[in-house]
């Protein structure tokens, strides 16, 4: 019981001691190799820093990537909306063409009939008034 009681102990010491010896890197902050390698080999030590710069180029060179391949898809945005408009052009002049086609065809119709369009309308209005013309008189003879 004892010894297992030591041993706890021992543990729980040497962990905090050993947790003392960490320290976190902070993003932005360049890390400098000083007494943080004292209780390493060179060889680790070695490895240590060219796996750290290792990973500073990589993350260059995938920052670097990633520009470019924004780049490109903001080009293809840029062409694609362009298309787009002049797309929406093309379908706009097209409808104004076929309306100004319905127009001439319906004005030389109108204008073949001669005087059909002014017949149409008279007779519209005229029974319109005449019908008027009846109500109004209905309604005076029942009175």
């Not at 490109?72 to 408009?85: P, Y």
């Not at 109108?110 to 005087?115: L, P």
């Not at 019908?131 to 209905?138: D, F, H, L, P």
């Amino acid at each position: 019981m004892k010894h297992l009681f030591i041993a706890i102990l021992i543990i729980c010491f040497s962990t905090t001691a050993f947790a003392q010896n960490f320290k976190l890197l902070k993003a932005g902050v360049e890390f400098t190799p000083t007494e943080d390698f004292h209780c390493m080999t060179n060889a680790v030590a070695v490895k240590v820093i060219t796996k750290l710069r290792l990973c500073q180029d990589e993350c260059k060179i995938k920052t670097e990537e990633i520009a470019a391949l924004k780049e490109v898809e903001i080009r293809h945005l840029q062409a694609t909306l362009a298309n787009q408009k002049l797309m929406y052009t093309q379908i706009i002049d097209e409808k104004d063409r076929t309306i100004r086609q319905i127009e001439e065809v319906t004005l030389a119709k109108i204008s073949e009939n001669g005087t059909g369009w002014l017949k149409i309308t008279l007779a519209i209005v005229g029974g319109t008034v005449l019908g008027a013309g009846i109500a109004i008189g209905v309604v005076y003879a029942r009175k």
